[in-house]
């Protein structure tokens, strides 16, 4: 049995969600004179690699802490969806399932391939990251609730289209840019797209049913898209937290993993040694060139 890393590194460049605590690092203590290093860090809960829990939006809802550890590690579906939504598209669950089979309580990762504008990459492009990625609309959420889903894994942002959120009072370039993609794909505005019913539907609506997510999802992702393999995320055991960083990692079994190695070797790298796919950010790029056309 082997591990896969589907983590995004995490340092002081890392970004957090828009206007959330970056990491802030230093030194109480050094090997001279104390002996020992020692560090004291400072954070929000969501920056990285992290997984929101459900007291984030829903008081009554459970603490990381009560995250059982057979909720957290499953079988997975994980789906790559880089050939068919760009920037600020819609998705869907036909898209998913057209591409990987889906059973009923899974985990399901979404590749979103955006992963590929985070800080560790090089086409990085933190705006187009946090505030241009897909998302869903309520059809997904419904299917994810009929699907007794256990957890959701988004290799960007955020689990809701950013333009179903704040940010779209906060970028008004970037919502002028997803309106145009709006009227075009929906005939409609953003507004009448995601009204106030919607409004970060994929954390409001889905929490009280249990069923959370986990954001910035990275690390060598790209070696295990449209198929099934078991998936764990370990967040601290953190009694009364509402979300925490954590590492997240696909199990494989060793001659899958050397297969995967062998992906990977042919692959070009992150600067932190993460594979990464080039044919994924030149369909997004199509894809949303032709969007905003």
Not at 126 to 133: A, I, N, T
Not at 171 to 190: C, D, H, W
Not at 214 to 221: K, S, V
């Amino acid at each position: 049995m082997k591990f896969l890393d589907l983590t995004i590194p995490l340092g002081i460049g890392t970004p957090p969600w828009p206007t959330y605590e970056p990491l802030q690092v230093k030194y109480f203590k050094r090997l001279a004179p104390n002996g020992a290093n020692g560090q004291v860090v400072t954070h929000s809960n969501h920056l990285g690699t992290h997984m929101d829990g459900e007291i984030h939006f829903h008081t009554p809802g459970r603490d990381m802490a009560s995250l059982p550890m057979d909720f957290l590690v499953h079988d997975a579906a994980v789906v790559d969806l880089s050939d068919v939504c760009g920037d600020y598209d819609v998705y869907t669950s036909k898209m998913i399932t057209d591409r990987v089979e889906v059973k009923d309580g899974d985990i399901l990762i979404i590749h979103t391939g955006y992963h590929h504008f985070g800080w560790d990459q090089p086409t990085a492009n933190e705006v187009r990251y946090m505030v241009m990625h897909p998302g869903p609309d309520r059809e997904f959420a419904e299917f994810s609730k009929d699907m007794h889903l256990r957890w959701i894994g988004l290799d960007c942002g955020s689990a809701d289209h950013p333009m179903n959120t704040i940010i779209r009072e906060w970028m008004p370039r970037q919502t002028r840019q997803a309106e145009k993609v709006f009227q075009k794909k929906f005939g409609k505005s953003i507004g009448e797209f995601y009204d106030d019913s919607k409004y970060q539907l994929m954390h409001l609506e889905m929490f009280p049913y249990g069923i959370i997510h986990a954001e910035c999802i990275g690390g060598d992702l790209d070696l295990i898209l449209n198929r099934r393999v078991p998936v764990g995320f370990f967040p601290w055991r953190f009694v009364d937290g509402e979300a925490s960083i954590g590492r997240c990692a696909a199990i494989v079994d060793d001659d899958d993993y050397e297969n995967l190695m062998k992906k990977k070797a042919e692959l070009p790298k992150t600067k932190f040694g993460d594979a990464t796919n080039p044919k994924h950010v030149e369909s997004l790029n199509a894809i949303s060139k032709a969007n905003l056309a």
